[in-house]
């Protein structure tokens, strides 16, 4: 499988920024898709935003125009650049990664709490 590595999360004010990023321990062209989701509390994990083998991106609707996902391809690394933050961003954010004719594999999940 993969190993995925996150980091950036934190506390951050409304309308501020934050930057995530999740490295794979695997090479760029073993890996199908890759993004992230979250988990508010109290509720269900959901999509944020992903990136497939070519280049194509989906975004949740309530994170479109504020977040932006990014791939480095050379690194198997993904960033996600979260701006305009709301207090209902506030979540568990939690790097996915799918290799080709695999299952999918999940990070250790980072918090991301907005709040002033």
């Known amino acids: 499988q993969v190993q995925l590595v996150e980091s950036g999360g934190g506390l951050v004010q409304p309308w501020g920024s934050l930057r995530l990023s999740c490295a794979a321990s695997r090479d760029r062209f073993s890996i199908e898709t890759m993004g992230w989701y979250r988990q508010p509390p109290g509720k269900q994990r959901e999509l944020v935003a992903t990136?497939?083998?070519?280049?194509?991106?989906k975004y949740a609707d309530s994170v479109n125009g504020r977040f932006t996902l990014s791939r480095d391809g050379a690194k198997s690394t993904v960033y996600l650049q979260m701006n305009s933050l709301k207090p209902e961003d506030t979540a568990v954010y939690y790097c996915?990664?799918?290799?080709w004719g695999l299952g999918a594999s999940w990070g250790q999940g980072t918090q991301v709490t907005v709040s002033s």
């Open positions: 990136i497939d083998s070519g280049g194509s991106k």
């Open positions: 996915y990664c799918k290799l």
